[in-house]
């Protein structure tokens, strides 16, 4: 069976640091992985995922992930943070063994300080 | 383009009353899914459709039902509401399986007193 798993339900950084969100997979054969963010009292919205192709992927709004397949890890970065920044990130997979369907995260809340 | 459009955004119901929920998408997307958001355990999916007139169940399909008569539309009904269905609800559409990805909508926030 496919999980995820991200470490740290909140996570506080101040304007212009750098923001590092972990996730880890349990799955046997590389998944397709995805990024979402979420902002208050609205959908989820696709960052970037990985697809087999390069493993640096870059999204939008400056954020990018590397998939590590010996770490099982795809975590998300951005440079330096900005105060729109603040919302909740999930990370998500999907594999074949689960018919593609995601599978998602406990979620990662981003407030930013000034 | 709308995207993926979901009605109605908020409703309060009293337990043991019915509702249905309605996923509208106009982006031609084959597979469409139900998914409910708690605090702390991520997204969890109730029910999913792979093509019109087919439907599934997911991880949490207990006091459920879903409806795909049409592509383009996705029902979830409660038939008997209880307070544990309190939720926020979010539909998605993709076009396929694989590495696409789900649109999602703004959501359902469904409170049950």
């Known amino acids: 069976a496919q999980s995820v798993t991200q470490l740290g339900s909140h996570v506080s950084v101040s304007e212009g640091a750098l923001v590092l969100l972990r996730c880890n997979y349990s799955?046997?054969?590389?998944?397709?992985l995805f990024w979402y963010v979420q902002y208050p009292n609205q959908g989820l919205q696709l960052l970037l995922k990985y697809t087999s192709a390069a493993t640096l992927v870059k999204g939008i709004n400056g954020f990018e992930a590397e998939f590590k397949k010996s770490e099982t890890s795809f975590h998300l970065t951005k440079p330096s943070a900005h105060m729109s920044d603040a919302a909740e990130y999930f990370c998500?997979?999907?594999?074949?063994?689960?018919?593609?369907?995601?599978?998602f995260g406990a979620g990662t809340t981003v407030t930013v300080r000034a | 383009n709308a995207g993926v459009t979901q009605t109605p955004k908020f409703r309060v119901l009293k337990t043991g009353q019915s509702m249905t929920l309605l996923c509208a998408q106009d982006m031609n997307h084959e597979y469409m899914y139900w998914y409910r958001q708690d605090p702390g355990m991520g997204l969890r999916l109730i029910h999913y459709?792979?093509?019109?007139?087919?439907?599934a169940k997911g991880e949490v399909p207990d006091g459920y039902n879903v409806s795909r008569l049409k592509k383009q539309n996705f029902l979830l009904g409660l038939e008997s509401a209880a307070p544990s269905q309190t939720s926020v609800y979010f539909c998605?559409?993709?076009?396929?399986?694989?590495?696409?990805?789900?649109?999602f909508g703004s959501g359902t926030r469904l409170t049950v007193v």
């Open positions: 799955s046997s054969v590389p998944p397709y």
């Open positions: 998500a997979v999907s594999e074949r063994s689960n018919d593609y369907k995601l599978s």
């Open positions: 998605a559409s993709s076009p396929s399986a694989g590495g696409y990805g789900y649109t």
């Open positions: 459709s792979v093509g019109e007139g087919t439907t």
